[in-house]
């Protein structure tokens, strides 16, 4: 079974606990964070889909097709599955270990498969969304240990390493970009969203729970945004990462909290707490009558898929 599992979860634990590489030395360190305050603004939970037995039902990650459908990654079933607007399933089709999961500006859906950091294989697939029956076909392959995903505007593709330093970039032509990986140079990276010409990635190996930011055109020139754990033994073990109504939006895995970043100060504020494992956080794009101003899903290892309204 190609799953995240209880012992990889505690490595990510003792990574975090001997301080890992984070962000490059050369990068400007922000004052550690105070412990975290609620946003001003409220923020409502339901359950859009039930899970099953926490981490035997993990799902990873999730994107919508701006088509009035919902993908998931199913990681422990080895599948991504599809969800109409009022939760029924409508597709489901095979992907090895599948990450994350992105549409890409040609329309298609692209989606990591091989996360696991014991797994010989990993890549990207890719398939249409609008086919009837969609079917996955192998895109990139012969990367390891890959998790996140982001797609940029020219369809350029960043994958992240949680075990590895370098974030990697793939040309739309499939070919990797060894001098931009090369400089992107942070360790366990997580989340990857991409906004404007910048990338963000938030950082789970690390004891701070740093978000980073790296210029697309300069990823040399990495930043840390904030720090989210002032304690070092409550590291927050940051998963992946959405843009939300001119924010960040952040999962922690461990503390079950949705936390809001500005990535222009570096202010941060708790937005949801009480969840279960979130692996996994996208706004609303065109899904029925789901309003993409003020909501947005999650997933988590527990199987959940819930839908969470701001204001």
């Not at 799953?3 to 301080?19: D, P």
């Not at 919508?64 to 489901?92: C, I, M, Q």
């Not at 995903?149 to 060894?178: H, K, M, Q, W």
Request: charged share 25%; net charge neutral.
């Amino acid at each position: 079974m190609r799953m995240r599992s209880v012992a990889w979860v505690g490595s990510l634990l003792a990574a975090s606990v001997l301080g890992g590489a984070g962000p490059s030395a050369a990068a400007p360190r922000p004052s550690p964070a105070a412990a975290l305050d609620p946003c001003q603004e409220r923020a409502g939970m339901t359950v859009f889909r039930e899970g099953g037995v926490p981490l035997l039902d993990w799902r990873e990650n999730l994107e919508f097709d701006g088509r009035g459908t919902l993908w998931v990654a199913h990681l422990t079933k080895n599948r991504v599955e599809g969800y109409a607007p009022d939760g029924t399933l409508k597709a489901s089709l095979p992907v090895p270990g599948p990450g994350g999961i992105r549409r890409g500006p040609d329309g298609m859906m692209y989606v990591n498969f091989g996360v696991n950091p014991l797994a010989r294989d990993g890549g990207i697939m890719r398939f249409d969304p609008a086919a009837d029956r969609p079917r996955a076909e192998r895109f990139v392959d012969g990367i390891s240990g890959v998790n996140g995903l982001a797609v940029d505007a020219d369809g350029n593709f960043y994958l992240s390493r949680e075990l590895a330093t370098g974030i990697i970039r793939i040309r739309p032509d499939g070919t990797e970009d060894a001098e931009w990986t090369r400089k992107a140079d942070v360790f366990g990276t997580n989340g990857l969203e991409v906004v404007g010409d910048q990338l963000y990635a938030s950082v789970i190996t690390h004891t701070a729970s740093p978000v980073v930011r790296i210029p697309l055109k300069d990823p040399a020139r990495h930043t840390t945004v904030t720090e989210l754990s002032p304690n070092p033994l409550k590291t927050k073990l940051l998963d992946d990462l959405t843009f939300f109504d001119g924010d960040l939006v952040v999962a922690s895995f461990r503390d079950g909290e949705l936390i809001r970043v500005d990535p222009a100060t570096g202010r941060s504020c708790v937005l949801v707490k009480g969840l279960r494992t979130p692996t996994s956080v996208r706004g609303v794009r065109a899904f029925g009558d789901h309003d993409p101003r003020r909501e947005m899903f999650v997933v988590e290892a527990s199987g959940r898929i819930l839908k969470v309204t701001v204001g």
